[in-house]
C-alpha cells in the first residue's frame, strides 16, 4: 500500500524464512506489474515482473502472485537472507503507457 | 555496477544557483528516465526519452530542464530551485520496447538551502 513520510511498512524476517510482501492496486488498464528492490545508498534494481493475463510467476528464489479479483500483488521471497534487507516497491506499466507508476515501498529487515 | 552512472552522487545548491546533473548509461539502451525519490512521495516519474525525443513531462515545474543530447547521456538542468525539491534524483534507462525492466543509476542527493 501507499506509504506516508520515512513510516514505510516493515516486514520483520528471520534469516532462513520465507518473506511475504504485499501490493494492492488500482487500475486494472495495468498490462505489466513488477517488483523492485532498492538497497541503502542504491537505485532500485528490477527483481521481477507478470504479465496481467498471468497469475504465478517465479524466479531465482522468488515468486509474484497476482490476484485480478482483488487486485493484488504479492512477492514471495524464499530462505530469506541478510542481503535481502531492502525496501521493495511493486510498479505497474499500464496498456500502451510509456511509463512506470511506482508504490510507497515495503521494508524488509532480516534478521539473523 | 549497474551499467548507468549518475554525477555528482551529492550536490547543495542555493536557490538562486545554476547546476546540472549528469547520467550516463552503458547499457545500449534507447530510452531514458529521471525520477524524483523524496521521503514523502513514492518514487516520482518526471521525464522520459525515447530515442533522444522527449515523450513525456509530468507536469515538472520549468525550473527543471531536460536534456538528451544522445542515446546514452541525460542532463537535469537546475535553476532556481525551492528547498521542497530536496531529494533524491534518480536515472533509468531501458530499451524502449521494455519499460518494464528499467536500469537505474544510484542517484543524486540534492540539498537545496
Known amino acids: 500500500g501507499e506509504s506516508v513520510g520515512l513510516h514505510l511498512p516493515t516486514l520483520s524476517v528471520q534469516e532462513g524464512d520465507n518473506s511475504i510482501i504485499n501490493c494492492a492496486y488500482s487500475n486494472s488498464a495495468s498490462d505489466y506489474f513488477i517488483w523492485y528492490k532498492q538497497e541503502s545508498g542504491k537505485g532500485p534494481q528490477f527483481i521481477i515482473d507478470?504479465?496481467?493475463?498471468?497469475d504465478k510467476r517465479q524466479g531465482q528464489r522468488v515468486t509474484v502472485l497476482l490476484n485480478k479479483t482483488v487486485k493484488h500483488l504479492s512477492l514471495q521471497i524464499a530462505a530469506t537472507q541478510p542481503g535481502d534487507s531492502a525496501v521493495y516497491f511493486c510498479a505497474e506499466l499500464k496498456a500502451a503507457g510509456n511509463k512506470l507508476t511506482f508504490g510507497g515501498g515495503t521494508r524488509v529487515l532480516v534478521k539473523p | 555496477e549497474t551499467g548507468v552512472t549518475q554525477t555528482p552522487r551529492h550536490l547543495v545548491m542555493g536557490m538562486t544557483n545554476k547546476k546540472s546533473l549528469k547520467c550516463e548509461q552503458h547499457l545500449g539502451h534507447n530510452a531514458m528516465y529521471w525520477y524524483k525519490q523524496s521521503a514523502k512521495k513514492p518514487l516520482e516519474l518526471m521525464f522520459v526519452y525515447n530515442f533522444k525525443e522527449q515523450t513525456e513531462n509530468n507536469s515538472v515545474p520549468s525550473r527543471f530542464s531536460p536534456e538528451c543530447p544522445n542515446s546514452s547521456h541525460l542532463f537535469l538542468h537546475l535553476h532556481t530551485l525551492q528547498p521542497e525539491d530536496s531529494a533524491l534524483y534518480l536515472c533509468?534507462?531501458?530499451?524502449?520496447?521494455?519499460?518494464?525492466?528499467?536500469?537505474f543509476g544510484p542517484g543524486t542527493r540534492l540539498t537545496v538551502l
Open positions: 507478470i504479465r496481467s493475463n498471468m
Open positions: 533509468a534507462s531501458s530499451h524502449a520496447d521494455r519499460i518494464n525492466e528499467q536500469f
